[in-house]
């Protein structure tokens, strides 16, 4: 197991999961959550291409050239 430290500031959010965990700073709360909800709603735009018979290589405008 690794280690590290980090510094917490009063009103920081502290989230944690079984991937990890990060700090929030309470000064960019709402930047993160609005981050958060654009890639939400981004990926289940992304999903609902998918079902709809899209490929992820259409979707992500790759490029097939060999």
Do not use: N, Y
Request: hydrophobic content about 50%; glycine content about 10%; overall charge negative.
């Amino acid at each position: 197991m690794v280690v590290r430290r980090a510094e917490v500031a009063p009103g920081d959010w502290v989230v944690a999961d079984a991937d990890g965990v990060v700090i929030v700073p309470a000064g960019t709360l709402d930047s993160v959550i609005s981050a958060g909800r654009a890639r939400a709603d981004k990926e289940a735009t992304m999903f609902e291409e998918l079902q709809a018979g899209r490929t992820t290589v259409e979707l992500l405008g790759l490029d097939t050239a060999p």
